[in-house]
C-alpha cells in the first residue's frame, strides 16, 4: 500500500490537534471559531450563493429565445 508522507503528517498533526483538546468536539469547534475570528483573512458564506439551478431559471425569462 502507497504511504503519503504529507498525508501522514498531516492526520498526526490533527490528532495532536484533538488530543490537545482530549478529543471534545466542542472545544476543538469552539477553538477553530476563536481562530477565524482572530484571523485577519475574509470568511466567505458559500451556504448563501444560489444555487445553480436558481440562477439557470432566473436567465431563461423566455423560453422562445432558448439556442
Known amino acids: 500500500m502507497f504511504h503519503d508522507q504529507i498525508v501522514e ?13 482530549n478529543h471534545d468536539l466542542k ?3 469552539a477553538d477553530l471559531q476563536k481562530q477565524q475570528l482572530e484571523s485577519e483573512r475574509e470568511v466567505v ?3 448563501q450563493k444560489p444555487s445553480q439551478k436558481k440562477r439557470w ?3 431563461v425569462k423566455d423560453p422562445k429565445n432558448l439556442k
Open 9 to 21: 503528517e498531516i492526520h498526526k498533526i490533527r490528532e495532536e490537534y484533538s488530543r490537545s483538546f
Open 27 to 29: 472545544a476543538v469547534f
Open 45 to 47: 458564506n458559500s451556504s
Open 57 to 59: 431559471s432566473e436567465q
